[in-house]
Nanobody, 118 residues
Framework: QVQLVESGGGLVQAGDSLRLSCAAS????????MGWFRQAPGKEREFVAA????????SYADSVKGRFTISRDNAKNMVYLRMSSLKPEDTAVYYC???????????WGQGTQVTVSS
C-alpha cells in the first residue's frame, strides 16, 4: 500500500497563493488516481480535486475551479495542489488521497492545515 505525507500548509492572507505537496512512499503513485480533500472546522470533509493515473483527466470542486490546480510528478512520487486567490473559506485541513478504483479513495495522508486570514 501507499503512504502519503502532506506538507506546505500555513497561514496566509486572502488573495495569496500556496502550494501543497504530497510525498508518497511504499508504492509508485503511477498506479493510483490521486486527489485532495479538505475539512473545515465544524464541517464535513469535502472533495477538492482529483487527477487520473495518467494525468490526463482532472476534476475540481466548483468552489475551487479556476483557482486550484492539481498535478503529479510520477518520477518523484509527488502530487501537488497549487492554490491561488485564496479565500477565508478555503481554511481547512487538506488531505492527500490515493485510489486504485477511480473515486474510491482508500489511502489518506494525515493532513496539513491551511488558514486564510481576511
Amino acid at each position: 500500500q501507499v503512504q502519503l505525507v502532506e506538507s506546505g500548509g500555513g497561514l496566509v492572507q486572502a488573495g495569496d497563493s500556496l502550494r501543497l505537496s504530497c510525498a508518497a512512499s511504499g508504492r509508485t503513485i503511477s498506479t493510483y488516481g490521486m486527489g485532495w480533500f479538505r475539512q473545515a472546522p465544524g464541517k464535513e470533509r469535502e472533495f477538492v480535486a482529483a487527477l487520473s493515473r495518467g494525468g490526463g483527466s482532472t476534476s475540481y470542486a466548483d468552489s475551487v475551479k479556476g483557482r486550484f490546480t492539481i498535478s503529479r510528478d510520477n518520477a518523484k512520487n509527488m502530487v501537488y495542489l497549487r492554490m491561488s486567490s485564496l479565500k477565508p473559506e478555503d481554511t481547512a485541513v487538506y488531505y492527500c488521497v490515493a485510489a486504485i478504483v477511480p473515486g474510491e479513495y482508500l489511502y489518506w495522508g494525515q493532513g496539513t492545515q491551511v488558514t486564510v486570514s481576511s
